[in-house]
């Protein structure tokens, strides 16, 4: 396995300017948007809140099965997860308190809104489209680190500790690690 450069550090990110930063139409083709890698993830933000008076943002994200993505809420942030490709289990706290698990499959639909604990793993290599609350879809950027390339078949970026802080107190919301689902 041979991996890419995340970024060329002498010119920065390549996707750049990529997003018009405004209302206006735009299209944009097969791998194009804002890249960043996070964990073993690799976000792509296709529309964010510059885009749409901060009203919503749209990402996709090519992740391998592995772990639980750690348990959290969202103050204000609303959060859907469409799987494209692969099996994703979402785990969420209903709004009587009670902890479910459902497996998402192709074609299956997610939403948990702002308040809500959730957390989900990557059963099965996956291609998910989400949905954000507008100005979240930075989150992954804040996190994670930017990268031009497209392919997963990139080295993780693994944040330090008050990197992770830092973003999630700048996008509303807090990491729950003593939270445990069944099934998890």
Known sequence: MSFEYLIDPAH???????????PV???LRRGEGEHAMLFTDLFTVLLSGDETENQFG????????????????HNATHETFYVIEGKVRLFFEDPD???????????DFGYVPAGFAHAY???EAARLMGTLSGGFERFFQHMGTPTDSTSPDQP????????MQAAAQQHNMQF??????PDA
């Open 12 to 22: 920065g990110p390549q996707w750049k300017g990529a997003l018009p930063g405004k």
């Open 25 to 27: 139409p735009y299209v």
């Open 58 to 73: 749209i990402i996709v994200s090519d992740s391998p099965a592995g772990d639980v993505i750690p348990t959290h809420s």
């Open 97 to 107: 308190g009670q902890k479910q698990s459902q497996l998402l499959t192709p074609g």
């Open 121 to 123: 793993k990557i059963e």
């Open 156 to 163: 993780p970026f693994i944040p330090d500790f008050p990197r």
């Open 176 to 181: 729950m690690p003593e939270y445990r689902w």
